[in-house]
C-alpha cells in the first residue's frame, strides 16, 4: 500500500475488525510512523470517551429546547394543516361541511358576477354614498362649530373656505393640547400634595 489510511479504515482498525480486509492495514500501520501515530492519537481519543462519566440532562430538557428552535413551514403546509384542524371528524359532518362552504361559494360567485355585469350601478352606489357621508360629515361639522363657537364663526369660516377651515382646525388642536397639558399638571400637582 503507497498511501495512507484513510479515515474509514483506521475505524475498522479501532473497532478491532478482523478478515480479509484488514490484514494489508495491519500491516501497513507496523511499517509507516504517520499511519501508526494517527490509529495511536485515535485510541487514546477512544480510552478517553469510554471514561467520560455518564451524562444525563435535566427532566424536559428536550421540550425547553425544541421550544427555543424556530421551525419554519411553508404556507401551504400550515394553511392545509389549519384547514386539518377545522373539519370535522365524522363522514356525514364533512359532507355537510363541504355542501355549506360550496353553497357559499356559489353565492359568492354569482354575487361577483353579477356586480361586475353592473358594474355602472355599482360605481353609481359607491360614488352616492360617498357624496353622502361627506355631506352628512360636514353638517356635523357645521353643528360641532356653531355649538362650540357661534354662529358668527361658522359663517367666516364658511366665508373664508378651505384656509379658514385650517386656521379653525389648528386653534381647536391648540386648544386641546393646552387642555391636556394643563389636566396633567394638575393632577400631578395634586397627586404630590397628597
Not at 479501532?14 to 490484514?23: A, K, R
Request: hydrophobic letters at 50%; glycine letters at 8%.
Amino acid at each position: 500500500m503507497d498511501r495512507h489510511l484513510l479515515p474509514e479504515e483506521l475505524d475498522q482498525l479501532l473497532d478491532g475488525e478482523s478478515g480479509f480486509g484488514t490484514t494489508p492495514l495491519k500491516a501497513h500501520v507496523r511499517r509507516c510512523d504517520y499511519c501508526r501515530a494517527e490509529l495511536n492519537q485515535a485510541r487514546t481519543l477512544v480510552d478517553a470517551l469510554e471514561h467520560l462519566p455518564y451524562f444525563a440532562p435535566p427532566p424536559f430538557f428536550v421540550q425547553r429546547v425544541m421550544a427555543q428552535v424556530q421551525i419554519y413551514v411553508p404556507w401551504h403546509v400550515a394553511l392545509l394543516s389549519s384547514v386539518r384542524g377545522w373539519m370535522p371528524r365524522s363522514r356525514p359532518a364533512r359532507a355537510i361541511a363541504g355542501l355549506t362552504l360550496g353553497s357559499a361559494a356559489a353565492v359568492l360567485t354569482i354575487a361577483s358576477l353579477w356586480l361586475i355585469a353592473r358594474f355602472d350601478t355599482v360605481m353609481f352606489a359607491v360614488g352616492l354614498g360617498i357624496d353622502r357621508g361627506r355631506t352628512a360629515l360636514v353638517g356635523m361639522v357645521a353643528s360641532l362649530i356653531a355649538t362650540l363657537f357661534g354662529g358668527a364663526v361658522l359663517q367666516a369660516t364658511r366665508a373664508s373656505g378651505r384656509l379658514g377651515v385650517a386656521v379653525l382646525a389648528t386653534v381647536l388642536l391648540l386648544t386641546a393640547a393646552g387642555a391636556t397639558r394643563a389636566l396633567r399638571v394638575l393632577a400631578t400637582s395634586a397627586r404630590r400634595d397628597r
